[in-house]
Structures are given as structure tokens and as C-alpha cells.
């Protein structure tokens, strides 16, 4: 179960990546990563409409009930990530 912070909505609409698309991504991540705080980073490859792959990054609060996103951002530098 996930929960959409303010700053995730604004910052979602700001980058134009749908609410949808951030559910995709948490729902059925290509990976998650760790980190040393409790953050956990979800992220997977999209395609765009024009046919280009971005790599779209969520990041999660996973000590909150429910688990809180706190940010979303989608970046081509797909391998920067791997």
C-alpha cells in the first residue's frame, strides 16, 4: 500500500508523469534499491509516446504506514542507474 505526498503530486505533475505511471512503477518495479536512511528507490523503464525510454525513479518512506512517496523524477540517462 502506497501514499502519495503533496511534494510527489506537485513534482509528478511538474515532470508531467501521471499518477498512473507511478503506480506502474511500484507496482512492478525492474528494481528497488536500499538505502542506508530507509529509503527505498523503485524504478522502470517506460516508454514515452514518441517511442523514447525513460527511466522513472520513486522515491519511498518505508518506515511510514502506509508507505509514503516522497518524490518522483524521470531521467534518459538509463545507465547511470544500472
Do not use: C, W
Amino acid at each position: 500500500m502506497f501514499e502519495l505526498s503533496l511534494h510527489a503530486i506537485e513534482q509528478a505533475k511538474a515532470r508531467g508523469i501521471p499518477e498512473k505511471t507511478i503506480f506502474e512503477v511500484l507496482e512492478n518495479p525492474d528494481k528497488i534499491e536500499l538505502e542506508a536512511n530507509g529509503q527505498m528507490i523503485y524504478q522502470k523503464i517506460i516508454a514515452s509516446p514518441e517511442g523514447k525510454n525513460y527511466l522513472i525513479r520513486v522515491f519511498v518512506n518505508s518506515d511510514k504506514t502506509p508507505n509514503l512517496v516522497k518524490t518522483v523524477y524521470r531521467t534518459s540517462k538509463l545507465t547511470k542507474y544500472e
